[in-house]
């Protein structure tokens, strides 16, 4: 970390997309120095050092001009600012060049940077881990950044902002800070001379290690994290011709599926991405169900009915016009995992029919009556499949794994035959859980995770 390192922060300005400011950032010991060269004309030559007179107060936005440090052309105008060790984002000295967000202004000061001679381009994540490595930020909120950056709705910006508060930090510490209790009691009795625990301390150590497994147990079991990430699914299912496909449509905004008069049109499963109320949604129109003496469609009657199944929410769609409340006693009865109590019933083409009836949500599809109702219904639905209970969501399939090993070290502690097994046991548990903030250092796993981010960040 002796380095001084350099990168745009900004997205890199093409002729069709200039941008009004670009940022450039320096994070090293020399960040400052090269502040000065980049700043004061001929300062490189007459080889300033840090802490000259030139350089601005830390901390504070301040209007020079850059310079080429070799050939001493001024390259552009803005505001610059530093901010000394350790208090910056990454611990490190830093500067900041806000340019003007064009490619040859840009391009110019980042060569002008390179002709410092003592400044290397970041790598991605080198920012961001710089500030781990210097204990600003456990690896939980080093991802979360990761997911602010990534977040594309408004439900996936809050949950990262929550564990960039440390939600989840606090949770798997609160978790280690249990088991190293445990271990404690562990550990004081492998210095008793009789071969059982002590029964007081046994009943402690045996509570602790169960509640532990239980509440990581309830939290991966916990699918809300997965589902702010690859989206809800929803799927719409119905008898044929219900108008599924022109709903998916409407919802979608656009034509994504084949509507047609011709029962059984549409045979695959067909999904699109949406935006709903801030939740990210996969929505997936179905063929319509029906026995049918068609090999294909009878393949897409069983891909519509596994969709139904696997689907987080099912949006069951009748017509209106021809005998709706049959046919939905007939489907709520057959379709595997229906939740009367959030699975929603709508009834389509109330254009061409009237319904009265508060259990369903009435829609037209062709004109778009019910519309605002039915998207209420679902942000409702999902915002209870979303919230269930306040604990943070298990966010990352890297935690999942740490977590599954944690559960099976305290499985086998629980059943060990002696105290010194069941101690060592648990201390793997902890060396697994400490993995997933970074309390316990594995630098492979370090360059997996910071790779993932931007250049700059
Ligand atoms: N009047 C009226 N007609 C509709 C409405 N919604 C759909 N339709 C018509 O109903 C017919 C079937 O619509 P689709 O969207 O293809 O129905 P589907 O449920 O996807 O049909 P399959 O894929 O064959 O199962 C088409 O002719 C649509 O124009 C509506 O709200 N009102
Ligand atoms: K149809
Ligand atoms: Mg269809």
Redesign the pocket.
């Known amino acids: 970390m002796d380095d001084t390192i350099y990168a745009l922060g900004t997205p890199v300005p093409s002729r069709a997309h200039p941008g009004a400011i670009s940022v450039v950032r320096l994070s090293g010991p020399r960040a400052a120095e090269a502040l000065i060269f980049l700043t004061e004309r001929r300062a490189f030559e007459r080889g300033h050092s840090a802490r000259d007179p030139a350089l601005p107060e830390p901390r504070r936005m301040t209007l020079r001009s850059l310079y080429d440090p070799k050939s001493g052309e001024a390259i552009d105008r803005g505001l610059v600012a530093w901010f000394e060790a350790p208090n910056s984002e990454t611990g490190e000295t830093m500067a900041e060049l806000h340019l003007h967000g064009g490619r040859a202004v840009v391009g110019g000061a980042l060569e002008a940077i390179a002709k410092l001679g003592f400044c290397r381009m970041a790598e991605p994540g080198e920012f961001t881990r710089r500030a781990f490595e210097n204990g600003k930020l456990d690896l939980t909120r080093a991802e979360a950044i990761a997911d602010l950056v990534a977040a594309e709705t408004d439900q996936q910006r809050r949950q990262a902002m929550q564990q960039m508060d440390g939600a989840l930090h606090r949770l798997y510490e609160d978790w280690r800070t249990l088991g190293l209790r445990t271990l404690a009691h562990l550990e004081a009795a492998i210095d008793f001379p009789d071969e059982d625990l002590p029964p007081g301390i046994a009943d402690e150590v045996h509570a602790g290690i169960t509640q532990l497994r239980a509440e990581i147990a309830a939290h991966l079991d916990d699918r809300r994290g997965e589902r702010l990430r690859e989206g809800l699914h929803i799927a719409i299912i ?1 008898p ?8 998916l449509n409407l919802l979608a905004r656009r034509d994504a ?1 084949i ?8 045979r695959d499963v067909i999904e699109v991405h949406l935006d709903l109320g801030g939740w990210p949604v996969v929505l997936a ?1 179905t ?2 169900l029906r026995e049918s003496g068609d090999a294909i469609e009878q393949e897409g009657v069983r891909r519509a009915r596994a969709r139904a199944a696997s689907a987080d929410l099912r949006l069951l ?1 009748l017509d209106a016009t021809s005998g709706w409340q049959a046919e939905r006693d007939k489907l709520v009865a057959s379709t595997e995992r229906w939740d009367g109590a959030r699975d929603i019933v709508v009834v ?2 109330i ?2 029919a009237s319904v009265a009836d508060a259990d369903v949500v009435p ?5 778009g009556d019910g519309l605002p109702e039915l998207l209420g219904r679902i942000e409702q639905a999902a915002g209870a499949l979303m919230q269930e209970g306040g604990a943070p969501p298990l966010t990352r399939a890297r935690h999942r794994e740490a977590l599954v090993e944690c559960q099976a070290s305290l499985a086998r502690a629980l059943t060990a035959s002696e105290i010194a097994l069941a101690a060592e046991d648990v201390r793997l548990a902890m060396r697994a859980l400490g993995r997933i903030t970074g309390t316990v250092r594995i630098d492979e796993l370090l360059d997996i995770i910071f790779r993932d981010f931007c250049i700059g960040k």
């Open positions: 119905g044929p011709n219900a108008g599924k496909s022109s709903l599926a509507v047609s008069e011709t029962a059984g049109t549409t129109d063929a319509g769609v389509n083409k254009d061409r829609v037209s599809a062709l004109s």
